[in-house]
Structure formats: structure tokens, C-alpha cells
């Protein structure tokens, strides 16, 4: 699976944002999905997933009810509706494709189970 992401930009704190990441590939929709995020100095952290059908979705305590992750499987595109945006939110978020479709708070977590991943797309969260 190839993941290309867009979206990322500089924002005031406060001011949503959403970022988009396109897949192309066989069998894309059948393929749990999620972002990660870098910030500078530190090291990737997962942020969201969605599991193919889109109706299962988990996030990271930092960004609970402020980001929101869905898919279209129709466009083959996953989206991150982010609001409410700190600082601390200034990263380069990823896209991400995961090996196979287990569902754990551990498995989604981990950077080892990731697939293939976009080039990255740098939010910049102004103060």
C-alpha cells in the first residue's frame, strides 16, 4: 500500500485543521489505518486509528475529543479532523497502513505493527 498525506500547514492554537492521506494499492479498504505524529526532538507517537470498516476507532488520551479519524473507502483517502489545536499538537503527522487487522490498544500503539507509511505532512501549532 502506497500512502501519500497532505494537509499540514501553520495554524493559530484554537483553529482546526484536517488532514487527508490518499492510498492506492490492492485491497486497500480491507487494511486498518492511523497517524502518528513527530515532534521535534522526540520520538513518533501514535495519535489515531480506524479499522477498515471504519466503524471501530481508537486515539491517544492527548488528542481524545479533539481529532476525529475517518475513511472513505469509496476514495480510498483517511481523514484527521483536528480542533482545538495546542502547541503541543506541532508535529509531522504520518499516515500509516497496518500489517495485519488486530484490534489491540497495544497492537495499534506500536510503531512495529505499521505497514507502510506516508511521507509525513508538518502541522505547526502557533501560540
Known amino acids: 500500500v502506497q500512502l501519500q498525506a497532505s494537509g499540514g500547514g501553520l495554524v493559530q492554537a484554537g483553529a482546526p485543521l484536517r488532514l487527508s492521506c490518499a492510498a492506492s494499492?490492492?485491497?486497500?479498504?480491507?487494511?486498518?489505518m492511523g497517524w502518528f505524529r513527530q515532534a521535534p526532538g522526540k520520538e513518533r507517537e501514535f495519535v489515531a486509528a480506524?479499522?477498515?470498516?471504519?466503524?471501530?476507532?481508537y486515539y491517544a488520551d492527548s488528542v481524545k475529543g479533539r481529532f476525529t479519524i475517518s475513511r472513505d473507502n469509496d476514495k480510498n483517502t483517511m481523514y484527521l479532523q483536528m480542533s482545538s489545536l495546542k502547541p503541543e499538537d506541532t508535529a509531522v503527522y504520518y499516515c500509516?497502513?497496518?500489517?495485519?487487522?488486530?484490534?489491540?490498544?497495544?497492537?495499534?500503539?506500536?510503531?512495529?505493527?505499521?505497514?507502510?507509511w506516508g511521507q509525513g505532512t508538518l502541522v505547526t501549532v502557533s501560540s
Open positions: 500509516a497502513a497496518y500489517r495485519v487487522s488486530i484490534w489491540t490498544d497495544s497492537y495499534m500503539k506500536s510503531k512495529n505493527s505499521v505497514a507502510s
Open positions: 494499492g490492492r485491497t486497500v479498504s480491507t487494511y486498518s
Open positions: 480506524i479499522r477498515w470498516s471504519g466503524v471501530y476507532t
